[in-house]
């Protein structure tokens, strides 16, 4: 038996018609599931039309994951499209740098909106789903930020650590139900919301100097973590917080 093998299997990934939510949507795919793309914007369909190359099915679903009363439609046409929800991968965020003085009260609720409250709200409607089926994964998308201050990004770092304890406490009331509840806390990764830090010359030094593996983390090294934590391998693990991130946590 093949404990890694999604085939049959139906995930909803947010964020991943780009960056790491694409590269993990992929992967998933690459493990045989099918996949629910949700996006803000109906941008690309590179990842979509890639899983379908796979000979996967792939749906995008277009929707403000900030704005709570879109949630139901990716749960419900989700459901319409693939008939279940096996796997839920909470990936949407966005990231504001602004000294803690001058956060500006838009820039902390956007970024707890998405970042905090649709994860909540989305395990909430996906986790009622899987109650009635016996079963299901759900992998939230956390950050060294779950474990660390940061600079100039207090929002961020409130909901990331807000991430982590959602996971925690799914898992405490879910894990008895067939549902497995973790999160992934990827390291510096090379993506959109970085881009700012990798042109600064001397913060991308040393954020280099610290990571053992010498180099930022890139879409595809989530994949292998998150085939494991959607699939049988990872029936006994829950509420957990794995850290993908080259050895940062360890310096």
């Known amino acids: 038996m093949n404990l890694f093998d999604l085939t049959g299997k139906t995930a909803i990934v947010t964020?991943?018609?780009?960056?790491?939510?694409?590269?993990m949507a992929l992967g998933l795919a690459k493990a045989g599931a099918d996949v629910a793309i949700v996006t803000s914007r109906d941008k690309t369909r590179e990842v979509h039309n890639q899983i379908e190359?796979?000979?996967?099915?792939?749906?995008?679903?277009?929707?403000?994951?900030?704005?709570?009363?879109?949630?139901?439609?990716?749960?419900?046409e989700t459901l319409e499209v693939f008939g279940k929800i096996d796997i839920l991968v909470n990936n949407s965020g966005i990231i504001r740098r602004t000294p803690a003085a001058d956060h500006s009260a838009k820039d902390w609720h956007d970024v707890i909106n998405l970042n905090l409250n649709s994860v909540f709200f989305l395990c909430q409607l996906a986790g009622r789903e899987m109650i009635k089926q016996g079963s299901g994964k759900i992998i939230n998308i956390a950050s060294m930020l779950s474990y660390q201050g940061g600079i100039n990004v207090p929002g961020y770092t409130a909901a990331k650590h807000g991430v982590a304890g959602i996971t925690k406490a799914l898992a405490n009331e879910w894990a008895g139900k067939g549902i497995n509840?973790?999160?992934?806390?990827?390291?510096?990764?090379?993506?959109?919301?970085?881009?700012?830090?990798?042109?600064?010359?001397?913060?991308?030094?040393?954020?280099?100097?610290?990571?053992?593996?010498?180099?930022?983390?890139?879409?595809?090294?989530?994949?292998g973590p998150v085939i494991f934590l959607a699939s049988a391998a990872s029936d006994?693990?829950?509420?957990?917080?794995?850290?993908?991130?080259?050895?940062?946590?360890?310096?």
């Open 53 to 76: 190359a796979m000979g996967r099915k792939a749906h995008t679903i277009v929707a403000d994951l900030s704005d709570e009363s879109k949630l139901p439609q990716v749960i419900n």
């Open 236 to 251: 006994y693990m829950s509420g957990h917080v794995l850290d993908v991130d080259g050895g940062w946590m360890s310096r």
């Open 181 to 223: 509840v973790n999160a992934i806390a990827p390291g510096y990764m090379s993506t959109d919301n970085t881009a700012a830090l990798r042109a600064d010359e001397n913060r991308n030094k040393a954020i280099l100097e610290r990571i053992p593996a010498g180099r930022w983390g890139t879409t595809e090294d989530l994949q």
């Open 15 to 23: 964020g991943g018609a780009v960056g790491l939510g694409g590269g």
